[in-house]
């Protein structure tokens, strides 16, 4: 069973701060990585996409990438109140066409 | 202005009845894909098509079905015989080939009476 792991409950973060996301993952030949933005009610927004190992900056966003370790995480600088929402972890899985996703983190950031 | 276009955006049904959700995409983008989002879990894939006249079922296919006979537009059924049909249905489709984004119409919120 190809499996994306969010394990982390509610995050909150004071204004201005970082906050940061992970994201497991057990195929070791996953190709592709994303993270999602869900605001509530709202459907899932494309706000990152990574590939290769090491880190992706997108303004105030950072994705970092370690195949070897399986892992893919997600930084929020200077988190902004309007940063709060659900941020779900999104592999494609090596040879076929689909995504899975993590169960996602809610990140509430406090003004 | 190109995007995904989902409708209703609420839909409510009685119990054994078919409800048809639509999914229209001017994208040009050959993939589309069909999500179930329950409160508190992530997305689920009902089913796929990779290409005009063509899909594969997904994770939870039972008690639903699809129909993909123009690029542009990839309807979704909800049948009587799926047993807990309410939920977020969320389509999507995929970009650049290789590059496996995918991006999220606003999505039905179905409700069973």
């Known amino acids: 069973q190809k499996e994306v792991e969010q394990n982390s409950g509610p995050l909150s973060v004071p204004e201005g701060a970082i906050a940061s996301l992970n994201c497991t993952y057990s195929?070791?030949?996953?190709?592709?990585f994303f993270w999602y933005r869900q605001y509530s009610g709202k459907s899932p927004e494309l706000i990152m996409s990574i590939y290769s190992n090491g880190d992706k900056e997108d303004g105030r966003f950072t994705a970092q990438l370690n195949k070897a370790s399986q892992y893919v995480s997600l930084l929020i600088r200077d988190s902004q109140p309007s940063d709060s929402a659900t941020y779900l972890c999104?592999?494609?899985?090596?040879?076929?066409?689909?995504?899975?996703f993590g169960k996602g983190n809610q990140v509430v950031v406090i003004p | 202005d190109g995007g995904i276009t989902q409708s209703p955006k609420y839909l409510f049904r009685k119990e054994g009845q078919n409800v048809t959700l639509s999914c229209e995409q001017n994208?040009?983008?050959?993939?589309m894909y069909w999500y179930r989002q329950d409160p508190g879990q992530g997305l689920r894939l009902i089913y796929y098509s990779q290409i005009v006249n063509d899909f594969q079922k997904g994770d939870i296919a039972e008690g639903y079905s699809v129909s993909r006979e123009k690029k542009e537009s990839f309807p979704l059924t909800v049948t009587s015989a799926q047993k807990n049909p309410t939920a977020f249905y969320l389509c999507a489709s995929q970009g650049e080939r290789g590059m496996n984004e995918q991006f999220f119409g606003p999505g039905t919120r179905l409700t069973v009476l």
């Open positions: 994208l040009n983008h050959d993939a």
């Open positions: 999104a592999v494609n899985f090596y040879g076929n066409n689909r995504l899975a």
């Open positions: 195929d070791r030949g996953s190709q592709s």
